[in-house]
């Protein structure tokens, strides 16, 4: 580095820390040019992005509003048209019914089982369904019903369960003869 010597009347600059650069006129201009083009893309972005949300013009606001409806239309005219009615046998009914009485005592044996006793009400021995009627005959015995308006079904636990369902699945033609 050269060595600075002072003239009559001149004073000696102060000196220059290291790791710090004098300001070069040309870095200065250059800094500034990509700043000012980095401003000028962020705004470019931003705009075409308020392009993108801009609202949707009225035909197009019609043309959506319009194929929504027709999806709605294709989907809700099949179920408003005639149902077909799929007519139930009366053994499948007869045999769907001991079904449901026979798996019904199962819930009530399985209740005796656990605790001893037989149960009190429907609810309290696990059987769910509303259309069954339970009926504590005695200490030791019950009686299952299910009605459907025009027929009655009655399962007293007196009565062979098995044998019952059998009566039910030989209905149906899926007993073993």
Known sequence: MPSF????????????????????????????????????????????????????????????????????????????????????????QDASARLTLYLASRRVRAFEERNGRLPTTRVESGISDPRIAYRLTDANSFTLSLSDGRQHWELPSTFADTSYLHDAMRKLGAAPK
């Not at 980095?38 to 392009?51: D, G, N, T, V």
């Not at 197009?60 to 929504?68: F, P």
């Open 5 to 92: 010597t002072p003239r009559a009347g001149q004073s000696v600059p102060p000196p220059v820390p290291t790791g710090v650069r004098k300001s070069v006129p040309g870095r200065d201009v250059l800094a500034q040019t990509l700043a000012g083009e980095y401003l000028i893309e962020k705004k470019e972005e931003r705009e075409a992005e308020a392009r993108k949300r801009r609202p949707l013009r009225p035909w197009r606001r019609i043309a959506s509003v319009l194929a929504i409806a027709a999806c709605g239309a294709v989907w809700l005219v099949p179920s408003l048209g005639t149902r077909p009615t799929h007519a139930v046998s009366a053994g499948r």
